[in-house]
């Protein structure tokens, strides 16, 4: 049992709460294994430990823990570094981790995906990778990190304390912190590259969004800097920004709030069709598993259409188009050129199509030499009533293994190539277009065309 603030100090009573025991679903060892004390405590999932002198290692010290019960009670009135409020900085960073673990997991961030577990039981993916949870780290203040290395490695989790307050605050307690650097973890493992000013404003947007779903609140972060609207630039239910308001001048976390103010609103259309926290959770998490490596704005969307049922689609188009990013519109990979678009598919009450949508594929080869030729393909996109569609990533795969992708262009076309192929030994090759935007089986997809030598 853990004795934890489950959101934040200025909402929630620490309380105590029980712990899975032997093992649930998600973690069926349980949440504990090894030794414990008050500044370290470990297991599967996650290694939580106070780490004031900033070495990346466990502080010496601590109380052991011999029972699984870490009940130390907060004093808010002292400072968070009284030993005391350093075990209640460990306990509570352990609890959430482990909390996040179990949530994920429902949804599918699981060995497969790349999670985060010393021991994958068998299920897939590289183990040994738990989190490294340094509470109260001496690094810095005002301030978290999380730093995701391949599956098979442990990242590390450093949380600061923060000193808007006096006395200070501790981002240990705050859960809306906790969430999104965890968030960081998820998003590098199931989609990947998430740095640069597109993927990285993502991936910081993604990371608010599952502490405000979670938390079921507008604001990020309101109690550690002691703002009654939180961290960002607005609290997201009265946001203004579409992705018209995307530039790289203004930074990641500034434009990341773009796309959590989209999720949103798409949250609230849940909530107003009566579904749930689970369904959306699936079908952000699930989604990632069909948005490609650093991704924009649109192909995010596109995964999390990708994954939901039909009858939650319209939810999502609502509240993607309200921040400019509907049917038709697009952007590049860097942010350099955006098409705003609030307008809705037909199926949802637009007047546009279901697109993008391949239209058609054709191929031609040509000698390059007396032994030497080349294959190219030609694909083309609509956006689904007719109208040539620029800006879509068209992925492709090959009969000799080589995989690839071109984006169309203004008049909704693009090329790829296979050059320098030996006639004497290659007589075809076969272009399959596998989807569109990252997205497998997007309309039109997948088609095949096959080029013959000359």
């Known amino acids: 049992s853990y004795n934890v603030f489950a959101d934040h100090p200025g909402v929630t009573p620490q309380g105590i709460v029980s712990g899975p025991g032997a093992g649930n679903a998600q973690s069926p060892s349980g949440w504990l294994s090894g030794t414990q004390s008050t500044i370290l405590i470990q297991g599967n999932n996650v290694r939580a430990y106070l780490d004031r002198d900033n070495n990346n290692a466990p502080d010496a010290g601590g109380v052991a823990v011999t029972d699984g019960n870490f009940l130390t009670a907060a004093n808010l009135s002292d400072a968070p570094t009284t030993t005391q409020n350093q075990a209640v900085a460990v306990q509570n960073l352990f609890w959430l981790n482990n909390i996040i673990h179990d949530e994920l997991y429902r949804h599918g961030f699981n060995e497969t995906a790349g999670n985060f577990q010393e021991n994958n039981f068998g299920l897939g993916g590289a183990g040994s990778d738990s989190v490294d949870a340094e509470a109260q780290d001496g690094g810095s203040t005002n301030n978290a990190n999380f730093a995701t290395p391949a599956d098979g490695s442990n990242p590390r989790m450093q949380m600061y304390l923060w000193t808007l307050t006096t006395p200070g605050r501790d981002g240990d307690l705050d859960s809306d912190i906790v969430w999104h650097e965890y968030g960081h973890g998820l998003t590098w493992r199931m989609i990947g590259s998430m740095s640069g000013n597109v993927p ?223 006639r004497s030994t290659v007589a075809s090759v076969t272009f399959t277009v596998t989807g569109l935007n990252g997205v497998a089986g997007a309309p039109g997809t997948p088609r095949s065309v096959v080029v013959n030598r000359p």
């Open 200 to 422: 990285g404003a993502i991936g910081e947007g993604m990371s608010d969004v599952l502490a405000i779903i979670q938390n079921n609140e507008d604001r990020v972060g309101e109690y550690s800097t002691n703002d009654p609207d939180g961290i960002r630039s607005s609290r997201y239910s009265v946001h203004l920004d579409t992705i018209g308001d995307f530039n790289s001048t203004r930074g990641v976390h500034r434009n990341g709030e773009i796309i959590a103010a989209a999720v949103w609103d798409m949250w609230q259309n849940y909530l107003g069709a009566g579904k749930t926290r689970d369904n959306i959770m699936a079908d952000i998490v699930g989604g990632m598993n069909f948005i490609p490596a650093a991704p924009t704005y649109f192909q995010m969307r596109d995964g999390f259409l990708a994954q939901a049922p039909a009858d939650r689609d319209c939810l999502i188009w609502d509240a993607f188009a309200g921040r400019g990013m509907g049917f038709g519109g697009s952007m590049n990979s860097t942010g350099s050129s955006i098409t705003e678009s609030f307008s809705l598919p037909t199926e949802c009450g637009g007047t546009g199509g279901g697109g993008p949508r391949l239209t058609n594929l054709t191929g031609s080869g040509v000698n390059t030499s007396s032994t030497r030729w080349r294959a190219t393909m030609t694909a083309t996109v609509d956006n689904g009533a007719g109208t040539p569609q620029s800006g879509v990533v068209v992925n492709i795969s090959t009969s000799t293994g080589a995989t690839g992708s071109c984006t169309t262009g203004t008049t909704g076309q693009c090329s790829a190539s296979l050059s320098n192929l030996r």
